[in-house]
């Protein structure tokens, strides 16, 4: 299967790209922290649950045809964690998802690569319409959706918590 998306985004401070296997200690520094993972895994992860997931991203890929990027900072080659096209099985839509290792928040990278995403989802994905899924106490990815022009849809009751859909524009380029 080709993919539907282009495998690179290039942005003035980021490379958005797939994953590879030289990525996993820098990705890891954000599956290993229980308070970047709090809102995402409830806890912070083993390696072998960080590779694991890792793989899944990549396996999402091929699945889809689209998924979440590396985000890898231009100016120290160093992965921060995963921004992109995100889709189980079980979510209620297709979603925009960022995840960031705590020592990169703060700087304007996650807004920088979801609304280099946003842009990309517009151009090869025009039929889809995109959320973000966000648990309903994250106030941080709540407050970065509707930064990059998100809207809030509704909260739904999901594996016993409550979450927010936000609905990404699906023109512009989402507020500054």
Known sequence: MGFIVPETIETERLILRQFRNEDFNDLYEYYSDEIATRYTFGRKL??????????????HWQLRGYGPYAVEEKASGKVLGPVGFFYPNIWPGPEIKWA?????WGKGFASEAARAVQKVGREYLPDVSLISFILSENVASINLAVAIGATFEKEVQFLDRQWQIFRHPREGMGRP
């Open 100 to 104: 960031l290792a705590r020592q990169h």
């Open 46 to 59: 083993s390696e072998i649950d960080g590779w694991l997931i890792m793989c899944g991203m990549i396996g």
